[in-house]
């Protein structure tokens, strides 16, 4: 039986408005009068972020192309895995930053923001969770 062809389309991930939104947090935590309490709301905020960007750009297209019995085109696929890297290198991006702010401000139990393990063969679709 012939395969049908992919007639889906993966949206572009919207990387400039992350950046945009990390490096403005970034500039907000760099004055001393930031608390505890406003880092854990950004955290959260980021997080929920992040959980869309999963939705919208890795786990729905994943669905769409294992649901159809097709090939998919390698700009499909190359799409799709940089959504992938974009969105592993945001979280450990925002983890790394997570330890300099506990470390510069003597805070501690900031959440992290989990990492799925997205790239294996099988991939275990999980949510974001703040840990």
Not at 2 to 15: A, C, D, Q, Y
Not at 34 to 51: A, C, P, R
Not at 72 to 97: G, H, L, Q, S
Request: glycine share 6%.
């Amino acid at each position: 039986m012939e395969k049908k062809e992919f007639k889906g389309k993966i949206p572009e991930p919207p990387v400039d408005l992350m950046n945009l939104y990390f490096s403005f947090w970034t500039e907000i935590f760099t004055r001393f009068d930031t608390t505890e309490e406003d880092l854990k709301l950004v955290f959260f905020n980021f997080g929920y972020m992040l959980q869309e960007y999963y939705n919208s750009f890795i786990k729905k297209p994943e669905e769409a192309i294992k649901d159809m019995d097709c090939e998919v085109p390698e700009e499909i696929k190359t799409n799709w895995n940089n959504a992938v890297d974009d969105y592993n290198a945001f979280i450990r991006k925002w983890n790394d930053f997570r330890e300099r702010v506990n470390r510069d401000f003597g805070m501690s139990g900031l959440p992290s923001i989990g990492l799925p393990d997205m790239l294996s063969d099988e991939r275990g679709i999980v949510g974001i969770h703040l840990a």
